[in-house]
Nanobody
Framework: QVQLVESGGGLVQAGGSLRLSCAASGRTVSSYGMGWFRQAPGKEREFVAAISWSVGSTVYADSVKGRFTISRDNAKNTVYLQMNSLKPEDTAVYYC?????????????????WGQGTQVTVSS
């Protein structure tokens, strides 16, 4: 089993920045893919970004490309999502997830482990 715990959410004004963290524990995740997803009220959960834990390759949703950066710290077993130039439409609960099979998949149904989520609210 893998446990994922997100932190770093909060309230920020449009144009501001936040950094989310996802701490992994339990079974080793060194060969996993790690993803960030988000879900706004009344909407489906959507892909935001993913990273290969082993080599650090990344992929982003078009809506966040150039504004968000996913990274990982192997020593701390932690994945980060740096979010800059935030917009009101970025408001959502953000979830961290782990994929045992691949690192760049965008469907939430393909991920094996999930964190509890952290709220991000961007005011206009």
């Amino acid at each position: 089993q893998v446990q994922l715990v997100e932190s770093g959410g909060g309230l920020v004004q449009a144009g501001g920045s936040l950094r989310l963290s996802c701490a992994a524990s339990g079974r080793t995740v060194s060969s996993y893919g790690m993803g960030w997803f988000r879900q706004a009220p009344g909407k489906e959960r959507e892909f935001v970004a993913a990273i290969s834990w082993s080599v650090g390759s990344t992929v982003y949703a078009d809506s966040v490309k150039g504004r968000f950066t996913i990274s990982r710290d192997n020593a701390k077993n932690t994945v980060y999502l740096q979010m800059n130039s935030l917009k009101p439409e970025d408001t959502a609960v953000y979830y961290c997830a782990a994929d045992r099979t691949a690192w760049n998949r965008r469907s939430p149904a393909l991920y094996d482990y999930w964190g509890q989520g952290t709220q991000v609210t961007v005011s206009s």
